[in-house]
């Protein structure tokens, strides 16, 4: 069974508009949780991350926001860019190992 | 610095066939790791390791074997290729283990197993 779940395959944004991408885990008891961006051909790069004594971590344009009681957090692009457009897979630690998502393909269209 | 490098990056292999992905790191990590990515699937954790001369079984893990001789090297082998382990394969390196670890990404290599 999926512990890390990224419902939606793919998100089409339109150029300076809002980003929202979404994923949800499983076990409550997970306090760590990272987003990553991909482009094709190339390997994976951290994004930014949050711990669970947080509900909210910002680095420019990116913010992550984490509801525990829903087992759910949310990566947040503001204004998106069509640099923006890749791979985004969530990921969780669990014990020492990261457990990543199916990830969400976002285009931002200009 | 050239981060996290991977050789080769493509490779097609008959059923059977053996070979080695080498991963090498220049930025004196501690924690190496082998994921493989499939389509809907995400990154899977095959092996990783914790130090120069440890191993340590991941999520994925049959199939293949590792060998961490040196620090900054980590090879996967694939005794007996199979269909199912066409994938794209990253390494990836750490210098730390649990909160705040970021992991740094090789550019991946594409596997096909005919």
């Known amino acids: 069974d999926q512990q890390v779940k990224q419902n939606s395959p793919s998100l089409s944004v339109q150029e300076g508009r809002i980003s929202i991408l979404n994923c949800d885990y499983t076990?409550?008891?997970?306090?760590?949780f990272l987003w990553y961006k991909k482009y094709p051909a190339e390997g994976p790069t951290f994004l930014i991350s949050i711990s669970s004594i947080k509900d909210k971590n910002e680095d420019g344009r990116f913010t992550v926001f984490l509801n525990k009681s829903a087992k759910h957090l949310s990566l947040h692009i503001v204004p998106s860019q069509p640099g923006d457009s890749a791979v985004y897979f969530c990921?969780?630690?669990?014990?020492?190992?990261?457990?990543f998502g199916a990830g969400t393909i976002l285009r931002v269209k200009s | 610095n050239a981060g996290v490098t991977q050789t080769p990056k493509f490779r097609v292999l008959k059923t059977g066939q053996s070979m080695t992905l080498l991963c090498a790191q220049d930025?004196?990590?501690?924690?190496m790791y082998w994921y493989r990515q499939d389509p809907g699937m995400g990154l899977r954790l095959i092996h990783y390791s914790v130090g120069e001369g440890t191993t340590a079984k991941g999520e994925v893990p049959d199939g293949y074997n590792v060998s961490r001789l040196k620090k900054q090297n980590f090879l996967l082998g694939l005794e007996s290729a199979a269909p199912s382990q066409t994938s794209v394969y990253f390494c990836?390196?750490?210098?730390?283990w649990g909160g705040g670890n970021e992991q740094f990404f090789g550019p991946g290599t594409r596997l096909t197993v005919l």
């Open positions: 930025m004196n990590h501690e924690y």
């Open positions: 990836a390196s750490s210098g730390t």
């Open positions: 076990n409550s008891m997970f306090d760590y």
């Open positions: 990921a969780v630690l669990v014990g020492n190992k990261l457990v």
